[in-house]
């Protein structure tokens, strides 16, 4: 049945507590997505170990080893070329991709953002949903496209907004979400490409 299921690759930059939500929902048989490789820009962050101790190659391409984003880039397709995948996921992974990446995985790449999109792109979300009185917030899985946090939404999950929340409060709850949505979204995103 292995051969079946879509080849991930997952692109993280730290602790790698979506990249655990993955592992865990494709140790189901059932599930239709297996891990192939995690990449990371960081060297020794926690997620790596995670890998590790699930028996899933890790790779590091640091990108402070490259003079440009481009050559970081190149970096990363070369060391995904041992690998069949068909899917990268970015689960935490703090480097904007170049279009010159993005192009060449077209509709291949998935992405998972701490807001309700389109509302709050980039960073510092929990602060500005806060900031803004909101009293709802959320995360979304989309398609990565040149556009940062533009892509088509696949899934959302919906989280209030408490008396008294901090960033820090509401960031935590709102993670409980993202590894509720992340592999589902895979899910039915392998749905789309049977």
């Known amino acids: 049945m292995d051969d079946k299921k879509l080849n991930l690759a997952v692109f993280i930059s730290?602790?790698?507590?979506?990249?655990?939500?993955?592992?865990?929902?494709?140790?189901?048989?059932?599930y239709p997505a297996k891990i192939s490789v995690v990449l990371s820009n960081k060297p020794d962050v926690p997620g790596l170990q995670k890998a590790s101790d699930a028996n899933i190659p890790a790779i590091t391409v640091h990108h402070k080893d490259h003079n440009t984003r481009e050559d970081f880039e190149n970096a990363m397709l070369a060391a995904l070329k041992d690998y069949e995948i068909d899917l990268i996921c970015l689960a935490g992974f703090m480097r904007i991709l170049t279009?010159?990446?993005v192009n060449q995985w077209p509709g291949q790449i998935i992405n998972i953002h701490p807001s309700l999109l389109p509302d709050y792109k980039g960073t510092n979300t929990h602060e500005r949903v806060l900031a803004d009185g909101?009293?709802?917030t959320?995360?979304?899985v989309h398609y990565v496209v040149p556009d940062v946090?533009?892509?088509a939404i696949i899934v959302q999950k919906r989280v209030?907004?408490?008396?008294?929340?901090?960033?820090?409060?509401?960031a935590a709850r709102v993670l409980e979400q993202e590894h509720i949505a992340y592999p589902e979204a895979i899910a039915l995103a392998v749905k789309e490409k049977a």
């Open 134 to 136: 909101k009293t709802e």
């Open 138 to 140: 959320g995360c979304t």
């Open 160 to 170: 209030p907004v408490l008396e008294g929340d901090t960033p820090d409060a509401l």
């Open 99 to 101: 279009p010159h990446f």
């Open 14 to 30: 730290g602790r790698g507590s979506n990249l655990q939500s993955l592992i865990d929902a494709c140790r189901d048989e059932g």
């Open 149 to 151: 946090d533009s892509g």
